[in-house]
């Protein structure tokens, strides 16, 4: 049974980059038919869609977010991870990582993690 | 970039039929994905592509869609239903950007 993990720091400070990890358990990082991705949720907000990324490296990333984030994948450890830079306090939210697949008719998120709260706060 | 449309509260007697709509452009060219999310917990998968449920989701739960609008249905709604439900879909942009609605809270009377 494929697992995601996230793990970081719950509590970042404004102006600081958020910084967390997502370790895939259960299955390859690197199978050609997946991306892998994050989504988060501010607190009683809905889900808002940051990006994923393809084990080659390919990234896609929400417009709105985009000058701000950064996906990378360690396929040696079977992890992908989460860079959002000079935070706010709108960045307060739940980050889930979770598998994404693409077809020519569809896109959508079969297995999640269980999610990260992380702070925005001085 | 798209924006998917979800009315932000809906309700339905117990043992009853709700439909649950996502409206948005890119809904004409994909189709719509659909989660359930409980309090406190992850987003759980239930509907996918054209009329797909994942493994463990009950038939109660099917997908339809026509035009820019796209349908969850819930048919003799169970107690255990009642929670949050988004809709998701590729980007009209045709690039590997996906979309979430606002989501509705669905109260099972």
């Known amino acids: 049974q494929l697992q995601l993990q996230e793990s970081g720091p719950g509590l970042v400070k404004p102006s600081e980059t958020l910084s967390l990890t997502c370790t895939v358990s259960?299955?390859?990082?690197?199978?050609?038919?997946?991306?892998w991705g994050w989504i988060r949720q501010p607190p009683g907000k809905g889900l808002e869609w940051i990006g994923s990324?393809?084990?080659?490296?390919?990234?896609y990333y929400n417009p709105s977010l985009k000058s701000r984030v950064t996906i990378s994948i360690d396929t040696s450890k079977n992890q992908f991870s989460l860079k959002l830079s000079s935070v706010t306090a709108a960045d307060t939210a739940v980050y889930y990582c979770?598998?994404?697949?693409?077809?020519?008719?569809?896109?959508?998120?079969?297995?999640w993690g269980q999610g990260s709260l992380v702070t925005v706060s001085s | 970039s798209s924006e998917l449309t979800q009315d932000p509260a809906v309700s339905v007697a117990l043992g009853q039929t709700v439909r649950i709509t996502c409206q948005g452009d890119?809904?004409?060219?994909?189709?719509a994905s659909w989660y359930q999310q409980k309090p406190g917990q992850a987003p759980v998968l239930v509907i996918y592509g054209k009329n797909n449920r994942p493994s463990g989701i009950p038939d109660r739960f099917s997908g339809s869609s026509s035009g820019n609008t796209a349908s969850l249905t819930i048919t003799g709604a169970q107690a255990e239903d009642e929670a949050d439900y988004y809709c998701?879909?590729?980007?009209?942009?045709?690039?590997?950007?996906?979309?979430f609605g606002g989501g509705t809270k669905l109260t099972v009377l």
């Open positions: 259960g299955g390859s990082i690197s199978s050609s038919s997946y991306y």
């Open positions: 890119s809904l004409r060219n994909y189709y």
């Open positions: 990324i393809y084990y080659s490296g390919s990234t």
């Open positions: 979770a598998r994404h697949l693409y077809d020519f008719w569809s896109g959508y998120c079969d297995y």
């Open positions: 998701n879909s590729r980007d009209s942009s045709a690039n590997l950007y996906v979309v």
